[in-house]
């Protein structure tokens, strides 16, 4: 089993930044592919971005390319979503997940987090 815990949430002004953190536990997580996803009531989750377990492959969603960077520490178990330039579109409820698998998916991934609010202020 897994659990993850998401902290790092918050409001910011437009422009801001904010570094969301994800604390992983439970069998070889260090080797598991994670990833950030967020959800605005009303609507589906939506990936934002993926990082392998190695901790060298990322992808992203095309609206957050150039502003969100992703990374890991596969020895303290963590990955963190580093948010730039934040806009009030980004606003949502924030979730830590992870999958057991090589490739970098933006779906069907098998642990999640409890989320974290990020608000965005205009």
């Known amino acids: 089993q897994v659990q993850l815990v998401e902290s790092g949430g918050g409001l910011v002004q437009t422009g801001g930044s904010l570094r969301l953190s994800c604390a992983a536990s439970g069998r070889s997580v260090s080797n598991y592919a994670m990833g950030w996803f967020r959800q605005v009531p009303g609507k589906e989750r939506e990936f934002v971005s993926a990082?392998?377990?190695?901790?060298?492959?990322?992808r992203y969603a095309d609206s957050v390319k150039g502003r969100f960077t992703i990374s890991r520490d596969r020895a303290k178990n963590t990955v963190a979503l580093q948010m730039n330039s934040l806009k009030p579109e980004d606003t949502a409820v924030y979730f830590c997940?992870?999958?057991?698998?090589?490739?970098?998916?933006?779906?069907?991934?098998?642990?999640w987090g409890q989320g974290t609010q990020v608000t965005v202020s205009s």
């Open positions: 997940a992870a999958r057991q698998t090589i490739a970098l998916p933006t779906k069907d991934y098998d642990y």
């Open positions: 990082i392998g377990g190695r901790g060298i492959d990322t």
